[in-house]
């Protein structure tokens, strides 16, 4: 239980593309859905957090406008890194949260992003 | 922002060797995750903790809910190679959010 994909796993894209990474709670419902981005040995940064049907909540730091959160269904949230640039290259990696059993953060394998 | 201090940052043991970890706060928990990290992946949840006190054991890893709710430990028995990787911490303060606040993560190499 508390299987959380995420596609895809490794994109490559030209400075000024958007890039659409997707994350999907396989076997519960995500009541809440977590975006965070994660640089070479270091810990987790939260970007922004999600709950079905509603805005997202950013980060400090985080420009609403540059990573655009959509989480559409109870089962799946996508990220865009829209005007992508180099500065962006980084390992994203979101999580769910459901209820009951589910009730922690079970993440996804996370997607490599690099920005040439 | 909060933090939590989590150590040490990287060990390197033997196979067969204990191993033991911790995160401290000067704030008062009420929820304790253990998650592990392998390269190119996302964290694993491997322990959550959310009583003061408690004790709960995950095969060969055992992680406690301190008194004081202010830390955490992570133990390891008789490790084997698949255990290394990046252990975190993430916590929960008492009446936050759902937000984590997550440790520096404590890096695990074992010696062949």
Same mark, same amino acid.
């Given at each position: 239980g508390a299987v959380v994909s995420q596609h895809p796993s490794r994109v490559?894209?030209?400075s000024g593309t958007s890039v659409k990474i997707e994350c999907r709670s396989l076997d519960f419902q995500a009541t809440t859905m977590f975006w965070y981005r994660q640089f070479p040995k270091q810990s987790l940064m939260l970007m922004a957090t999600s709950n079905e049907g509603s805005k997202a909540t950013y980060e400090q730091g985080v420009e609403k406008d540059k990573f655009l959160i959509n989480h559409a269904s109870l089962t799946l949230s996508t990220l865009t890194v829209t005007s992508a640039h180099p500065e962006d290259s980084s390992f994203y990696i979101c999580s769910a949260q459901g209820t009951s059993a589910?009730?922690?953060? +079970? +993440? =996804?394998? =996370?997607?490599?992003?690099?920005?040439l | 922002g909060?933090? $939590?201090? %989590? #150590? &040490? %940052? #990287?060990?390197?043991?033997q196979e067969g060797e204990d191993v033991s970890m911790n995160c401290t706060s000067s704030s008062i928990f009420n929820t304790w995750l253990w998650y592990k990290q392998d &390269?190119?992946? *996302?964290?694993? $949840?491997?322990?959550a903790l959310y009583k003061a006190g408690e004790l709960t054991s995950n095969g060969r890893l055992t992680a406690q809910f301190g008194i004081t709710r202010k830390d955490s430990f992570l133990n390891i028995s008789a490790s084997i190679p698949s255990?290394? *990787?990046i252990y975190f911490c993430a916590g929960r303060i008492l009446d936050s959010n759902y937000q984590l606040i997550w440790g520096a993560g404590t890096k695990l190499i074992i010696k062949p």
């Open positions: 490559i894209c030209k589910y009730n922690e953060q +079970f +993440f =996804g394998p =996370g997607t490599r992003l690099t920005v | 909060q933090q $939590l201090n %989590q #150590s &040490p %940052q #990287s060990m390197f043991i &390269p190119g992946e *996302g964290p694993v $949840l491997l322990i255990d290394v *990787g």
